[in-house]
Structures are given as C-alpha cells and as structure tokens.
Antibody, heavy 119, light 107 residues
Framework: QVQLVESGGGLVKPGGSLRLSCSGS????????MSWIRQAPGKGLEWVSY????????DYAHSVKGRFTLSRDDAKKSVYLEMNNLQVEDTAVYYC????????????WGPGTPVTVSS | DIQMTQSPSSLSASIGDRVTITCRSS??????LNWYQQKPGKAPKLLVY???TLETGVPSRFSGSGSGTDFTLTINNLQPEDFATYYC?????????FGQGTKLEIK
C-alpha cells in the first residue's frame, strides 16, 4: 500500500536550518509530483512547495521562496526540503503529500513531522 | 496568487442533517478544486477531487459540485465520524492554495 513517511523535524533557533525528508513506498515514485504542506499550531493548511516528476520543476509559496529548496531522488524514492534562515513563523507540522499542481488532489499524506523555531 | 475563501468558518449540525460548505476562488480555476477532511492530530484526507469526483472509499453521502469560481461540498445524513475540519484547495495554479477551513461541530 502507498505510504509516505517524513523525518528530520525538530527544534531549531531562528536563523537556523533543517532538512526534512519524505520517503515513499508502494507506488512508482518517479511518476508523481510531490508536495509539502504545513500547518502552524491551531491554524489551517498552507501549501509550501511542490516538485514535478521528470523535470523536477519546483515552485514555492511566497512565504518560503528564497529560503526553502525542494529536491527529489527517485532512486531513493525520496524528496528533501532544505529549510534555511528559519523564522518563528515557520513553526508548524510539515506534511509530505503525493500530488501537486494540475494533479487530481493530494491523495496520500504522511503523518507529518513537527518543526519548532524558537530561541 | 489565487485566494480561496470558504464559508462558513464554523458550523454546528446534528446527526442526520445535511450540510453544505462553500468555497470561492479569486480567479477561474475550471474544476481544479479538491476537498479534504482533517481530524485533530491527523493528516488531512482527500475526499473529492476535480470538483465532483469522489476519492475511492469515501462514502457516497459526500458530494462536490461547481466550476469556475464557486464550489460546494455537501454532506448528507451526517454521521458521528464526519465531525471534523474541511478544507478546499485549488490545483489549477502554481500556489495550490487552501481555503481557511470549515470546522463542523456537533450541535
């Protein structure tokens, strides 16, 4: 069955960096767009970034553009979200999901990994 | 960027009721509109994609409609497990933006 599992979350100081990973199984990873979505405590969902299949084209929310970089390694069935210059407002649970722009919804989600930015 | 606006923000209803949640986009998005259900502490779950297509395994009491800028999610015969927060999301443009959510509570 399809499974997504995130890792790499944790506590970091403002200005610091983290690298989140998302590993997929149970499907042909290279055939799919992959996305990251975050949810700040008590708040709604915010789309963060997606990466296309094949070309690896990426796009980012304005709030993270220039600080976050999304990449993929299809051989390892994984995507990686490099987060730099983290701010307090980046504190959230980060979810990895299958799908992206133009796709028929984000049909599978990981359980999420928490990121806390605090001094 | 495309903004998604849901209404209402919260809703109280009883078991067996029919409820409707509305989502409006700031630009035309054809039928590239998806609906998700989220329960506390859990990842969201896809309910409806491309405006009206039910995801596999989702009960038929859920239905979606709309195109262009105005969309609805309807839940007939509310069941206890339906009390959750619902989000719309557009997959038309690069921002893939979500609505702010509608919390459905038991009356």
């Amino acid at each position: 069955q399809v499974q997504l599992v995130e890792s790499g979350g944790g506590l970091v100081k403002p200005g610091g960096s983290l690298r989140l990973s998302c590993s997929g199984s149970g499907f042909m990873f290279s055939d799919y767009y992959m996305s990251w979505i975050r949810q700040a405590p008590g708040k709604g969902l915010e789309w963060v970034s997606y990466i296309s299949r094949r070309t690896g084209h990426t796009d980012y929310a304005h709030s993270v553009k220039g600080r976050f970089t999304l990449s993929r390694d299809d051989a390892k069935k994984s995507v990686y979200l490099e987060m730099n210059n983290l701010q307090v407002e980046d504190t959230a649970v980060y979810y990895c999901a299958r799908g992206g722009r133009g796709s028929s919804g984000l049909d599978y989600w990981g359980p999420g990994t928490p990121v806390t930015v605090s001094s | 960027d495309i903004q998604m606006t849901q209404s209402p923000s919260s809703l109280s209803a009883s078991i067996g009721d029919r409820v409707t949640i509305t989502c409006r986009s700031s630009q035309i998005i054809s039928t590239h509109l998806n609906w998700y259900q989220q329960k506390p502490g859990k990842a969201p779950k896809l309910l409806v994609y491309d405006s009206y297509t039910l995801e596999t395994g989702v009960p038929s009491r859920f239905s979606g409609s709309g195109s262009g800028t105005d969309f609805t999610l309807t839940i007939n015969n509310l069941q206890p497990e339906d009390f959750a927060t619902y989000y719309c999301q557009q997959s038309y443009s690069t921002s893939c933006s979500f609505g702010q959510g509608t919390k459905l509570e038991i009356k």
